[in-house]
């Protein structure tokens, strides 16, 4: 029996659905119709900011509320920026307690794979040790505060730190508002 390789498209179900995202949210944000509805909101876009602070911290929706955050853009960075923040510092304690409740052991079982602990070894003898956690925490925060995939970011915080969720919070909530206020000002 021949053994057909599969097409790019159902070898990589999550990018290329998340490439899809990424060219519908273009589509869709560029529509003039879009732009109406969205300044026709008036009071509620801060209402519509914390929502799409919601969705800007998972890897499918994130495309879809970075069009938002640029749509809304010419006005008020700062307050924009805020409730974003707030609504992306709620998604990502759903995501922190997840991982933290459900992937912890599988955590624990890839710390002990060939390949894991030669990337450990890796780290640990390219980075000084003073600068682990320094070197991971920044690797997080940029996720965080991008339009990248939260989901890894708050991964490596839950899975290979000891951050609380109040430390989470904290980083999730400066992080994402500074990524979205940045987003805002280009």
Known sequence: MLHKKSPWIFKYPK???F?????????????????FKIAAINGDRYIGAFIAGLFYSFGFTAPFATGFFLTIAHSKPLFFAFFGGLGALLADLFI?????????????RLEHTKGF??????????IPVKLHKLFLFAIAFVFIASPLPDE?????????????????AIVSFVANTLGIFVLLTI
């Open 15 to 17: 990018i290329t659905v």
């Open 19 to 35: 490439l899809i995202a990424v060219v519908a949210a273009y589509f869709i944000f560029r529509n003039p119709f879009t732009i």
């Open 96 to 108: 922190f307690h997840i991982v933290r409740v459900s992937f912890m052991d599988e955590f624990t």
């Open 117 to 126: 602990r030669w990337l450990e070894r890796l780290f640990y003898k390219t």
């Open 152 to 168: 890894i970011g708050v991964t490596l915080m839950a899975g290979f730190t000891s951050l609380s969720y109040r430390g989470l």
